[in-house]
């Protein structure tokens, strides 16, 4: 059987304990071993496959910040990869976990600057599977949602490397959920739209405009730089100056902070508090139910 389990920080044995015990406030957490099933052929490609000239790129999503969100799949080829190439975003609990012979690479980025261009992350990716290993591209939330993973799996597909994708949970439903603010309500709302309220440059292609006439739950991921300009154009399309709207930053971590106002008074309040990324942005009624229902959330997460 297959044996998957997380180990301590401090040492490379099992434990087999239950499910989500804390050890201490800077220990992190066990997870007891789980059977899987006859999976050990998930990792015949690994590099130790002397039949197999070429490797695998997994394109993993670790999830929005509390390493407990990390799937099991996620978890099993963190643990069994060669290489992992990784985001500034992924907890460094989740890194904990890798494999001791496991080459770690950080890309970043570090504040605003990238640590590493896009092109030169697909051709590390590409390389190393060229080379047969099996490489692991973490990211935090899902790489498909505003994540770059789609510009990475053209790369792999045109250069003819085998990969897979891993789905992350996402920020844009977790985060909120955490802040105790549902995105959709049958009171409330009836639909929701994800956005980046970061394009790249000389490129605009979000309809603001029709958006704030259809949608009822705006989620905005990358939208603390340019909120000003967000807000007067979600107003010119017809929203109501006091629709409510937060703005969740570090979200599912022991640093997460909401802040609510409404869009004629946001800015004010994250300027008399200061706020950095990562933020998520929530527009729309079910912000409402924040103050309701944050009153009885309560999460253990690591400090």
């Known amino acids: 059987m297959f044996n998957l389990s997380l180990f301590s920080n401090k040492t490379n044995s099992h434990y087999p304990i239950s499910p989500f015990t804390k050890r201490g406030r800077k220990g992190g957490y066990l997870w007891r071993s789980i059977p899987l099933g006859k999976d050990r052929n998930l990792f015949q490609f690994r590099s130790n496959n002397k039949n197999r000239k070429s490797g695998k790129v997994f394109l993993v999503g670790a999830g929005p910040g509390d390493p407990e969100l990390l799937t099991i799949k996620a978890l099993k080829v963190i643990k069994n990869c060669d290489i992992i190439i990784y985001d500034a975003l992924v907890n460094s609990e989740i890194i904990n976990h890798v494999g001791i012979d496991t080459e770690k690479i950080f890309v970043g980025p570090l504040g605003h600057k990238l640590k590493m261009k896009q092109k030169e992350i697909e051709l590390i990716m590409i390389d190393h599977a060229n080379n047969g290993k099996c490489v692991v591209r973490l990211k935090g939330g899902d790489p498909f949602i505003f994540g770059r993973g789609g510009e990475e799996a053209e ?53 603001w405009k029709e958006l704030a006439q259809i949608v009822d739950t705006f989620v905005i991921f990358m939208g603390l730089k340019n909120l000003s300009s967000t807000i007067e154009k979600l107003i010119n399309g017809g929203l109501q100056p006091s629709t409510p709207i937060a703005v969740i930053e570090s979200g599912t971590t022991f640093d997460q902070q909401v802040k609510v106002a409404t869009l004629e008074t946001i800015i004010h309040v994250l300027k008399q508090n200061s706020t950095h990324s990562p933020a998520l942005i929530v527009i729309g009624k079910v912000v409402n139910l924040h103050s309701k229902l944050s009153k009885k959330i309560k999460y253990n997460l690591n400090e």
């Open 155 to 207: 790369a792999l597909s045109e250069a003819g490397i085998e990969w897979e994708i891993i789905p992350g949970v996402s920020a844009g439903h977790a985060v909120p959920a955490y802040a105790g603010i549902p995105l959709t309500h049958r009171d409330y709302s009836s639909s929701v739209a994800f956005v980046t309220g970061h394009e790249c440059k000389n490129k605009s292609t979000v309809q």
